[in-house]
């Protein structure tokens, strides 16, 4: 039953982010709008995040003295990763009217780039994890956060409006 008020919760989290625009191909907002509404995002996300994790995880005291502090490290790397996404978001929301092909390429390689680096920052810590707490609970937890961030990411991308030709 938890899990079901967990999952509930965790699923109006998704939808109230989502909003009525998810599809909808408008300008994204420039400067102070753009900057705003990344750090609300970030801002929540930061906040309920661990919550979520916690509710879901179940730990021992002890597994759960050793796990946070691993998990506050991979935090900090995996927030790394997000400030240069979001950093690329901005340049994007920036320079969307007037785009050139070799902007657009290098945004994409930006990405792709930022994409590789979060996969690698996962896999560097599933040992560290391990080490801390056992195999199927190491996996619950990346399955927790990894379905979190995928919320983020499309809340992020569906306010993006696709390059127009």
């Known amino acids: 039953m938890k899990r079901l008020v967990i999952s509930a919760f965790v699923l109006v989290f998704a939808f109230a982010f989502l909003g009525t625009s998810a599809l909808a191909q408008k300008e ?68 969307q009217k007037t785009i050139t092909d070799a902007q657009a390429s290098s945004m994409l390689r930006r990405w792709a780039d930022i994409q590789i680096n979060l996969a690698q920052t996962r896999q560097k810590f599933i040992p560290l994890v391990e080490k801390v707490i056992p195999g199927r609970k190491t996996a619950l937890f990346f399955q927790i956060d990894r379905r979190l961030y995928e919320l983020i990411d499309l809340q992020v991308t569906s306010q993006i409006p696709l390059i127009s030709q």
């Not at 906040?47 to 991979?74: C, G, H, M, R, S």
């Not at 240069?84 to 920036?94: G, M, N, S, T, V």
């Open 28 to 95: 994204t907002p420039t400067g102070v709008d753009v900057e705003k509404d990344l750090n609300l995002i970030r801002r929540d996300l930061r906040a309920e995040k661990k919550q979520l994790i916690a509710l879901n995880l179940p730990l021992t005291e002890t597994e759960a003295t050793k796990f946070w502090p691993v998990y506050d490290n991979y935090a900090a790397e995996i927030s790394k990763h997000y400030d240069e996404f979001y950093l690329l978001i901005k340049d994007y929301a920036a320079t």
